[in-house]
C-alpha cells in the first residue's frame, strides 16, 4: 500500500506559478513511477506528466510542455510539480498517482496507475 498526499495548490493569478508536492508514505517509493493527472469541472482527469523510478524519464501533456516540470526527491519520499506561466484552462483539481514497475508505453493511461492521492484544487484567475 502507498498512501499519497497532495498540497500545494492554490488561487494565482494569469502567469503565475506554483508548486505542487505530492508526499509518500507506505512501500519503497523509489519502486514507483509517479505521475500527475487533472480533472477540470465536467471534464474526465487527464493526464499531466509522469517520472520514472529513477528519474530518468519524463513525459509531458503537450498542453503543458514547456511550462511544467515534474521532479521528485526519493529522500523525502516526494514529488514534485513546478508549474510555470499558468493560464485558465490550468483550472483544476491535481491528482498525483503511483505505478511500481519498470518504464512502461501506457504511462498515460490512468488506469495504469495503482494508487492515488486525494487531489488538491488550482485556480488560475483572469
Known amino acids: 500500500q502507498v498512501q499519497l498526499v497532495e498540497s500545494g495548490g492554490g488561487l494565482v493569478q494569469v502567469g503565475g506559478s506554483l508548486r505542487l508536492s505530492c508526499a509518500a508514505s507506505?512501500?519503497?517509493?523509489?519502486?514507483?513511477?509517479m505521475g500527475w493527472f487533472r480533472q477540470a469541472p465536467g471534464k474526465e482527469r487527464e493526464f499531466v506528466a509522469v517520472?520514472?523510478?529513477?528519474?530518468?524519464?519524463?513525459r509531458y501533456a503537450d498542453s503543458v510542455k514547456g511550462g511544467f516540470t515534474i521532479s521528485r526527491d526519493d529522500a523525502k519520499n516526494t514529488v514534485y510539480l513546478q508549474m510555470n506561466s499558468l493560464k485558465p484552462e490550468d483550472t483544476a483539481v491535481y491528482y498525483c498517482?503511483?505505478?511500481?514497475?519498470?518504464?512502461?508505453?501506457?504511462?498515460?493511461?490512468?488506469?495504469?496507475?495503482?494508487?492515488w492521492g486525494q487531489g488538491t484544487q488550482v485556480t488560475v484567475s483572469s
Open positions: 498517482a503511483a505505478k511500481s514497475g519498470s518504464w512502461w508505453y501506457k504511462r498515460e493511461d490512468i488506469n495504469e496507475y495503482e494508487y
Open positions: 517520472i520514472s523510478r529513477n528519474g530518468a524519464y519524463t
Open positions: 507506505g512501500q519503497t517509493f523509489s519502486s514507483y513511477n
